[in-house]
C-alpha cells in the first residue's frame, strides 16, 4: 500500500450513496416489473409521507420504532455483534410496558407511570437479550444463532401469556384490556394543540422524543465514555481489546443490554404511545428493519435518524401508494428495504475497490 | 392408541420433509463455509415459484423446476455477495430473507389479483400421493399393515425424495473427491488453495446445491403440502432448519433425526392442542412449540453436548499476496 490516501468523503460519502442509489435502482426496476411508472410511485410515495401534516406524522410515528431498533443493531455492530434479535426483544419490551401499565393505571399518575413504564420496557428488553449474550460471552455459542432462536421463543410466550393471562375476559381475540388514559403517552398533536399548533391527527406521541433522547444517549455512551472506547476496541480489533487489558466478555454483555434496552423501547411507543392495550404482533418486523436502519445510517445516531426517517416515509408512502394503485401491495416497501440491506451491507465492498484504486492512483499521480 | 402414535408419526414425515430438504440445503452451504440464515427465504421463494409456475403450466414439476431456478437465482446472489464481494454473510441472508418476504407478495398480486396469493392448485399442478403396491389389500393386516399403509405409503414423490438426499448427501460429502474439497474449503480454506483448487468454484458450486434443494422445500410446501402459496408460508421452517442442522451438527444422518425430532414436536403439538395429558394436565401448545429453539440454544451453550461448527464458516476467504 502506498502512503496515499483515499479522500474521508469518498468512504463517508460516496460509496454509500452510490450503494443507496443502486438499491433505489433496482427497486425502480421491480416497479417497470409490475407495469408501474417508478416516478409516479415516487411521487405518490413522496406525497404520502410528507406531503401533509398527519403523513409526516404518520412518517415521524414509524420513524420512532425504526430509530429505537436501529440503535439496538447498531450499538451492537459496534462491538462487532449481530443482534438479529430486536424483534424479540422488543416484544419482550412491549410486555414490561404493558404489565407496568396495567398494574398501575388505576392508581398512578401518568408523570408516574411513563418513567416506570419505560424503564420497564428497557428492562424486560434488556433481559431478553441478557441470556443470548451470556451464552456469547461466556459458553461462546453464536449470538446470531441464539438471537434468532430468542425471537421465536419470544413470540411463543407472547402467545401463550396472551391466551391464557391477560386476554381480556369474553373476548374472543388475545388482546388485554385497554389502559386508562392516564397510561397514555400524550399524542404530540395533542402536546402542541395549546400552543395553537395544528399538526394533524396522527398517532406520533412523545415517544419519539424518547427515540431523539436515545440518539444522544448512543452518541454519548459511545464516543464520549471510556467504556465506549473500550466497546470500539472490543469491535475494531477484539485481541487488541484482550491486550489493553479490556475485558471482552463484560463489554458483550453490556453492550447486549443496552442494545435490549434500545429494542425493548419499541414498547413504549406501541403499547403506550398508541394502541393502549397489549397485542400479538405489534413489533412488525420492526426488529428486522432496523438492521436496514444501521447499515443506511452508517452506525453514527444522525445517520440513524436520517435512515430511520427515509424509512418511516416509505412504510407511510407504501401505505398511501397502496391505497392509489390497489394493484400494489404496501410489502414493496420490504422489497425496498430488503435491497438496501443487500446494497448498502452485503454488496458494500462492490464498488470500494474500483473507487478506492481510483483515488489512490489519481492521489499518486 | 398405537393407531394415533402411527398418525403422529405420518404427519411427523410430512412436516419434517421440509425441514430435512432446508437443512441439508444449509449442510452444502454451511459445510463450504458460507453461513446460510437465508434458507428463509430461497424456501419462500421457491414455494411462490413453484406455486406461480404450476399454476399456469397446470403441471408441479414445472413448478419444481422454477422452484429450483428462483431458489438457485437467491443461492446465487448470496454467493455473489459473500464469496465474490466478501460480504457479510449474515447481513446478505438478512437481506434475501427481506427482498423475498416482500416480492413474493408484490409479484403474486400483480400477477394473479387476489391478494398475495396464487390460485388454488388441482390435479396435475400439485404432487400427489402415491400409493405403494397393495396398500389397499393389507391395511388390515395388525401393526404391519397400519405402518406400511399408513405411515409408509401414500406419500408425495418429494417426501421419498428428501429421504434418499439423506444419504446421498452422506455420500457426496463424505465419499467423494468433490465432498472431501467441500469440507476442507469451510475448514481451511488456505490449503484447498495451495493445492490448487479454486475456493471460490468450490463454494459457488455448495451455494448451487444449497439453492436447488431449498428450491425443493420451498416447491414441497405450496404444490405438495398445500394447495397454493400463501404469504410468508415458510413461517420461520428455514429457520428451523438451520436449528437443526447445528443440533445436528453439520451431520447429515444427525441432520435427518434433529428434523425428525423436530417434525415430531410440532405434530405432537397439533395434537396435544387442549387434552390433559394424564397427571401432568394440559400441556401448552406454546411449550411444545418452542422446544426445538431452546434444545438448540442449549446444545449451542454446551449444556447437552457441543455443537463445532466448519471452523472457517462466516469468513471470507482471501487470498494471501506477498
Not at chain 2, 121 to 133: E, K, Q
Request: charged fraction near 10%; proline fraction near 4%.
Amino acid at each position: 500500500m502506498s502512503q496515499a490516501k483515499v479522500p474521508v468523503w469518498v468512504n463517508v460519502g460516496l460509496i454509500p450513496l452510490l450503494n443507496i442509489l443502486l438499491a433505489f435502482f433496482v427497486s425502480g426496476l421491480v416497479f417497470l416489473a409490475i407495469g408501474q411508472n417508478p416516478l409516479e410511485a415516487a411521487g405518490y410515495l413522496v406525497y404520502g409521507a410528507f406531503g401533509y401534516d398527519a403523513g409526516i406524522g404518520y412518517t415521524l410515528y414509524y420513524a420512532t420504532n425504526l430509530i429505537f431498533t436501529g440503535l439496538a443493531v447498531s450499538i451492537a455492530f459496534k462491538a462487532g455483534l449481530f443482534n438479529i434479535g430486536g424483534e424479540g426483544q422488543a416484544y419482550i419490551g412491549g410486555l414490561g410496558v404493558g404489565l407496568l401499565c396495567l398494574w398501575l393505571d388505576s392508581s398512578m399518575p401518568l408523570i408516574i407511570i411513563a418513567p416506570l413504564a419505560i424503564i420497564g420496557g428497557a428492562v424486560f428488553g434488556a433481559a431478553w437479550a441478557y441470556i443470548p449474550a451470556y451464552l456469547q460471552a461466556r459458553r461462546g455459542s453464536h449470538i446470531v444463532i441464539t438471537t434468532i432462536m430468542f425471537n421465536f421463543i419470544a413470540s411463543s410466550l407472547m402467545v401463550y401469556l396472551m391466551v391464557n393471562w391477560l386476554k381480556e375476559k369474553g373476548m374472543m381475540s388475545p388482546i388485554s384490556r385497554t389502559f386508562q388514559e392516564s397510561a397514555w403517552l400524550p399524542y404530540l398533536h395533542d402536546v402542541f394543540s395549546p400552543l395553537g399548533l395544528d399538526i394533524g391527527n396522527s398517532p406520533l406521541n412523545l415517544a419519539f422524543i424518547l427515540a431523539l433522547l436515545g440518539c444522544v444517549v448512543y452518541w454519548g455512551l459511545v464516543w464520549h465514555t471510556r467504556w465506549g472506547y473500550q466497546l470500539r476496541t472490543v469491535g475494531t480489533n477484539p485481541t487488541a481489546a484482550r491486550y489493553a487489558g479490556i475485558d471482552n466478555a463484560k463489554v458483550t454483555i453490556w453492550v447486549m443490554l443496552i442494545s435490549g434496552a434500545f429494542a425493548g423501547l419499541v414498547g413504549v411507543n406501541e403499547i403506550m404511545g398508541v394502541n393502549h392495550n397489549l397485542l400479538l404482533n405489534f413489533t412488525a418486523g420492526y426488529g428486522f428493519a432496523g438492521i436496514a436502519v444501521a447499515l443506511m445510517g452508517r452506525n453514527h445516531p444522525i445517520g440513524i435518524i436520517l435512515a430511520a426517517i427515509l424509512f418511516g416515509a416509505l412504510y407511510q408512502g407504501g401505505a398511501e401508494l397502496a391505497f392509489e394503485i390497489p394493484s400494489i401491495t404496501p410489502e414493496i416497501v420490504v422489497v425496498i428495504q430488503g435491497l438496501v440491506i443487500l446494497f448498502s451491507g452485503a454488496l458494500e465492498n462492490m464498488f470500494k475497490g474500483k473507487i478506492e484504486g481510483y483515488f489512490l492512483r489519481r492521489a499518486a499521480a | 392408541m398405537f393407531e394415533t402414535l402411527i398418525l403422529i408419526l405420518d404427519a411427523t414425515l410430512r412436516v419434517s420433509t421440509p425441514l430435512i430438504l432446508a437443512a441439508l440445503a444449509g449442510l452444502f452451504s454451511e459445510r463450504s463455509g458460507i453461513v446460510d440464515i437465508g434458507l428463509e427465504g430461497k424456501m419462500l421463494g421457491g414455494a411462490f415459484a413453484a406455486a406461480a409456475a404450476a399454476a399456469v403450466f397446470g403441471s408441479a414439476w414445472i413448478g419444481l423446476a422454477f422452484a429450483i431456478l428462483a431458489s438457485v437465482g437467491l443461492a446465487l446472489i448470496h454467493g455473489f455477495a459473500c464469496i465474490t464481494h466478501r460480504g457479510d454473510h449474515i447481513v446478505s441472508g438478512v437481506a434475501i430473507n427481506t427482498i423475498v418476504a416482500g416480492l413474493t407478495v408484490t409479484l403474486g398480486l400483480d400477477w394473479f389479483s387476489q391478494g398475495g396469493q396464487t390460485p388454488a392448485l388441482t390435479g396435475d399442478a400439485r404432487f400427489t400421493s402415491i400409493v405403494f403396491p397393495f396398500a389397499e389389500q393389507i391395511a388390515d393386516v395388525p401393526v404391519i399393515g397400519l405402518i406400511y399403509s399408513e405411515l409408509l405409503s401414500g406419500h408425495n414423490i418429494l417426501v421419498y425424495m428428501a429421504f434418499v438426499f439423506v444419504p446421498a448427501t452422506y455420500w457426496i460429502v463424505f465419499k467423494t473427491r468433490f465432498g472431501l474439497r467441500l469440507r476442507a474449503v469451510g475448514e481451511n480454506p488456505h490449503a484447498v488453495d495451495t493445492a490448487g483448487i479454486s475456493v471460490a468454484l468450490v463454494r459457488y458450486r455448495a451455494v448451487i446445491i444449497c439453492g436447488i434443494l431449498c428450491g425443493i422445500a420451498g416447491a414441497y410446501l405450496s404444490t405438495a403440502h398445500n394447495a397454493g402459496f400463501l404469504k410468508d408460508m415458510s413461517a420461520g421452517k428455514g429457520y428451523m432448519a438451520l436449528a437443526a442442522l447445528i443440533f445436528g451438527k453439520w451431520r447429515p444422518v444427525p441432520v435427518l433425526f434433529a428434523c425428525l425430532l423436530f417434525g415430531f414436536l410440532d405434530a405432537v403439538a397439533v395434537r396435544l392442542q387442549g387434552v390433559a395429558l394424564p397427571g401432568i394436565g394440559e400441556v401448552p401448545v406454546q411449550a411444545i412449540e418452542v422446544l426445538p429453539y431452546v434444545l438448540t440454544v442449549l446444545l449451542l451453550a454446551g449444556f447437552i453436548g457441543k455443537a463445532v461448527g466448519p471452523k472457517a464458516i462466516g469468513k471470507p476467504y482471501v487470498k494471501e499476496r506477498a
